[in-house]
């Protein structure tokens, strides 16, 4: 049943610019791991209601996500860092061709290990979506790099059903990274700066909000 209704909700998606559904279907073709529609969708309804000025993303990719972002959220820049050699350049290809490449910055780097050239900031939104098992370690550089009113998106925090699944039966390859992924999930529900939410949409999509200071807490 949660299958038909997940089929049931992205079917009612509108039909996207031909551009875009071509870096979907490149995605699939080539195995290229883009955030999940339902999961897209999802996520720039969120930030539509954010507002967010400038977003900072961890993992382009071939910039998918990057531009949606871009384009769904007029005047707000998007900054994205991405490792891979051949995904910059198929990310720099496509953001050329988007009607927001003026506000799309294609950092070419290993983002852990920009150290001291870390984009600056501040940023109203922090979009996590690279390799699984250092989330923890990406959260921990950029996010000093938040505004006040920073938000935190973490994607595939399900990884395809493997966090759901007992230990034992993950394929030895990904226990590792599965463990990591858990552990940062329950650290960060239980981070004393944010509220955070695990929503069931796409491959599973973590949203942490900063605390309101306390009173007591300014005072201090």
């Known amino acids: 049943m949660e299958h038909e209704y997940s089929r049931y909700s992205e079917g009612m998606i509108l039909p996207r610019p031909e551009r875009i559904m071509a870096m979907e279907q490149y995605a699939r073709e080539n195995r290229v791991p883009i955030m999940q529609l339902e ?18 993303e961890i993992g382009t990719a071939i910039g998918y996500s990057a531009i949606r972002m871009a384009e769904a959220l007029p005047g707000t ?15 720099e290809e496509n953001i050329s061709r988007s009607d927001a490449k003026g ?3 294609l950092v070419r780097a290993d983002a852990l290990e920009l150290e001291d050239r870390l984009p600056e900031g501040p940023f109203d939104a922090l979009f996590i979506d690279a390799a699984k098992g250092q989330y923890k370690r990406f959260f921990d550089i950029y996010e000093p790099l ?18 759901a699944e007992d230990p034992k039966d993950i394929p030895r390859k990904n226990r590792t990274m599965i463990r990591k992924l ?3 999930t329950e650290w960060l529900m239980a981070h004393p ?13 973590m949203i942490s909000t900063k605390k309101e200071p306390t009173e007591e807490g300014a005072a201090l």
Do not use: W
């Open 39 to 56: 999961g897209m969708e999802a996520l720039l309804q969120i930030l539509r209601v954010q507002r967010p000025g400038r977003i900072l």
């Open 77 to 91: 820049e998007v900054v994205t860092i991405e490792r891979e050699p051949a995904m910059q350049e198929k990310a």
């Open 103 to 105: 506000r799309i910055r």
């Open 146 to 163: 938040l505004s006040g009113r920073g938000v935190v998106y973490c994607d595939n925090m399900f990884m395809h059903g493997l966090t």
């Open 182 to 184: 858990k552990a940062f």
């Open 193 to 205: 700066g944010y509220d955070s939410a695990l929503l069931p949409v796409g491959d599973g999509l």
